[in-house]
C-alpha cells in the first residue's frame, strides 16, 4: 500500500482546522507546524515577513523548511498557506456520515489550506516512518496568502535551491493543476467635484457622481476579452440626498493573462475617468496597483511532466487548466521557479458551506508522497552543479 494513514490524516486535519490562523493571525499555526516539522526530521527556519507586514498587524512570518535527500536530481518545492479568510475564528471540522468534512456552519472550514498542509504533513510523514528515498525537499509555508499572497511577495527567497514548486492551493478534484494565472491590479478612484446645496444653488455644485456615472457608461466590465476581467466591486460617497456630491470613492479591479493587456486596461480606466472629470470641473485621482504579475507553465516543462506521471500513479487523471485566481504561486514566478498550483481538496472556499472529503485529502496526500519522492523523469532534473 501506498502508506497513507487515513485516520492519522484526518485527526491532523482536524486539529489544523481548530487552530485560529485568520490572516496576519497565524502565530499558533506557525508554531504548531514549526514543532510538527522539526519532529519530522526538517530543519525549519521563519523569515522576517512579520516584520515587512508589521503595520497591517502581522504576528507571524512565513516558514522555510528542508529535507536533504539521498535521491539525485534537484530539490523540489512543495508550499502551502497558513492562513485562512474568515469568519476563521473557532473552526471546528465536522465529519459527515457522507464522507465529506464541512465546517459547523458559523466560519469557513479552512480546507484552504489545510488540505494543502496536511498532504504535506502526511507525505513527509510516511517518507520518516518508511525511510523512503528522495530528493531534496523544501518548504515554504506562506503567511496572508489571502490578502493578494502578501506573506510571499516579502519571502525570503535566498535560501530556496529549488528550481520547480507544487503549491497545494486550488479548489476542484485531486489531480487538476493550474499552469497559469492572470495578473491582477487593483484600482481605486476617487472623483472630486464641489459640493453645494441642491435646492438653493446646484449650479455652484460640481457633481462627483455624475462625472463617476459618466466614466463608468463608457468602461467595458466583466469579461471584456478572452484574457481579462474588469471590475468594480464597492462605491462610497455623498453627504445627503440635498447635497450635491463633493466626492465619490471607488474600488475595483482588473484580471488579465495578459500582463501587458492588464496594464492597458488600468491606464484606459484611468484616461477615461481623467477626461470626464475634466469635461465637468472636477478631478479624479487614479491609482492602479500591481498586486500579482501573470504567470505561464508550459505543459512540456518537467514540474508538469513528474506531475502527470505522479497523478497518473495515484489513479488520478491529470487536468491542466488556467486560473483566474492569484496565489503565492504567482510570487514564486517572479523568483524564477516555475511551479503549478495543485487541487488538493477543498471546494466552495472562503464560505461557510466550504467542505472536504476524507477521500480526496487521502488521494491529494498520496499525490504529494508521489511527488516527493518519485525519481527524475529521464532528461529532466539533473543535479545542478
Ligand atoms: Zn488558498
Known amino acids: 500500500m501506498n502508506g497513507i ?38 530543519c525549519v527556519t521563519e523569515d522576517g515577513a512579520a516584520e515587512a507586514l508589521r503595520s497591517r498587524g502581522a504576528t507571524a512570518g512565513n516558514l522555510y523548511a528542508r529535507l ?14 497558513m492562513d ?20 459547523d456552519g458559523t466560519t469557513v472550514l479552512g480546507a484552504d489550506d489545510a488540505a494543502g498542509l496536511v498532504s504535506i504533513l502526511e507525505a513527509l510523514t510516511v517518507i520518516r516512518e518508511r525511510g523512503l528515498s528522495h530528493p531534496d525537499i523544501e518548504l515554504l509555508l506562506t503567511v496572508a496568502e489571502e490578502p493578494y499572497s502578501q506573506g510571499s511577495a516579502v519571502a525570503d527567497y535566498s535560501c530556496v535551491r529549488a528550481k520547480t514548486a507544487y503549491v497545494l492551493d486550488l479548489a476542484g478534484r485531486v489531480g487538476t493543476a493550474a499552469l497559469r494565472a492572470p495578473s ?35 468602461l467595458e466590465t466583466g469579461r471584456v476579452s478572452e484574457d481579462t476581467t474588469v471590475n468594480f466591486g464597492t462605491i462610497a460617497g455623498g453627504t445627503g440626498p440635498n447635497v450635491v456630491p463633493a466626492e465619490i470613492r471607488l474600488c475595483g479591479e482588473v484580471r ?75 510570487h514564486f514566478a517572479r523568483h524564477g521557479l516555475r511551479g503549478i498550483v ?20 487521502c488521494r491529494s496526500a498520496e499525490l504529494t508522497l508521489r511527488l516527493m519522492t518519485m525519481e527524475a523523469l529521464p532528461g529532466d532534473g539533473e543535479p545542478a552543479d
Do not use: W
Not at 15 to 38: F, N, Q
Not at 274 to 300: F, H, N, S, W
Open 84 to 103: 485562512t479568510v474568515s469568519p476563521g475564528r473557532g473552526k471546528r471540522a465536522v465529519r459527515q456520515a457522507d464522507g465529506t468534512i464541512r465546517s
Open 68 to 81: 536533504p535527500g539521498d535521491l539525485p536530481g534537484e530539490a523540489r518545492l512543495f508550499s502551502a498557506h
Open 342 to 361: 495543485l487541487a488538493c481538496g477543498m471546494n466552495e472556499v472562503h464560505a461557510v458551506h466550504e467542505y472536504t472529503e476524507a477521500d480526496e485529502l
Open 5 to 42: 494513514d487515513r485516520e492519522r490524516l484526518l485527526t491532523e486535519f482536524e486539529r489544523l482546522v481548530s487552530i485560529d490562523a485568520e490572516s496576519y493571525h497565524e502565530a499558533e499555526m506557525k508554531e504548531y507546524l514549526r514543532r510538527r516539522l522539526t519532529a519530522l526530521g526538517l
Open 184 to 218: 491582477l491590479l487593483s484600482v481605486s478612484v476617487c472623483v472630486r467635484g464641489r459640493g453645494a446645496h441642491a435646492g438653493f444653488a446646484p449650479e455652484q455644485g460640481v457633481n462627483a457622481l455624475t462625472v463617476t456615472a459618466r466614466a463608468l457608461a463608457r
Open 256 to 330: 488579465s493573462l495578459r500582463h501587458d493587456e492588464a496594464q492597458a486596461r488600468g491606464r484606459l480606466i484611468a484616461a477615461v475617468f481623467r477626461e470626464e472629470a475634466e469635461k465637468l470641473g472636477a478631478a479624479a485621482e487614479v491609482t492602479v496597483t500591481e498586486q500579482l504579475r501573470a504567470y505561464a507553465v508550459d505543459p512540456g516543462e518537467p514540474v508538469v511532466r513528474l506531475f502527470r506521471r505522479a497523478a497518473e500513479e495515484t489513479g488520478c487523471e491529470p487536468v491542466l487548466v488556467t486560473t483566474f485566481g492569484g496565489s503565492d504561486n504567482n
